[in-house]
């Protein structure tokens, strides 16, 4: 008995750290093309994506160029796309704002399972300098983080695609789900109590 409420404990414990939450997100190539870029994401999950952000202030380039590794400043985007955007995403001011951090808010369901959502010529300029120009390498080390409805939470960065003609693709992992942390304490206490109870109902027998 005990050890069956264990194992169902345990499970418990397992599929909430389990999220199986993902994005999959590449730009344009190839590497040396100079803005605008695309930036093309799909929601590769089982839950919506409610939330959206792209961060050029961890960008850090292929190393080689003048300005890799300053800050990415996003200006100016032509246009929104995929199937997310006929529900609207909000941008909470990604046009002409000019700010190395973009978060785009979505409604429920809007960028479901399988949903595509893309940022389409938006032009990306240096450390707040307009009409700067940055190559598709440059954007490597750009941060992008999603937060799921079931409470988990992709972090990535863009990085190299090594394949002839391909931007840059996004790598990341999602880590678990919010209330694990507050839940973890309690089924553990859940447990002891158990433990004590049964050790209890020994000794009396
Ligand atoms: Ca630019
Ligand atoms: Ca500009
Ligand atoms: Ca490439």
Avoid: C
């Amino acid at each position: 008995m005990k050890r069956t409420l264990l194992a169902a404990a345990a499970s418990m414990i397992l599929s909430t750290v389990a999220a199986n939450a993902a994005l999959l997100g590449i730009t344009n190539g190839p590497d040396d093309a100079v803005d605008p870029v695309n930036f093309l994401f799909e929601n590769d999950s089982g839950f919506d994506i409610l939330n959206l952000t792209i961060d050029g202030t961890t960008a850090v380039g292929d190393g080689t160029g003048p300005n890799s590794g300053v800050t990415v400043f996003w200006d100016s985007i032509a246009s929104l796309a995929g199937d997310a955007n006929p529900n609207a995403p909000t941008p909470v001011d990604p046009f002409g704002l000019n700010s190395p951090v973009m978060t785009f808010l979505f409604a429920p369901g809007a960028f479901a399972t399988g949903f595509t959502f893309d940022i389409l010529d938006i032009d990306p300029d240096f450390g707040g300098v307009n009409d700067t120009g940055v190559q598709i390498l440059d954007l490597i080390g750009v941060k992008v983080t999603a937060f799921f409805s079931d409470s988990s939470t992709f972090v990535g960065a863009f990085v190299d695609d090594p394949e002839p003609g391909k931007g840059l693709k996004l790598e990341g992992s999602t880590t678990g789900v919010v209330p694990l942390p507050a839940a973890l304490p309690l089924m553990l206490a859940g447990l002891g109590a158990f433990a004590l109870v049964s050790r209890r109902r020994r000794k009396a027998a």
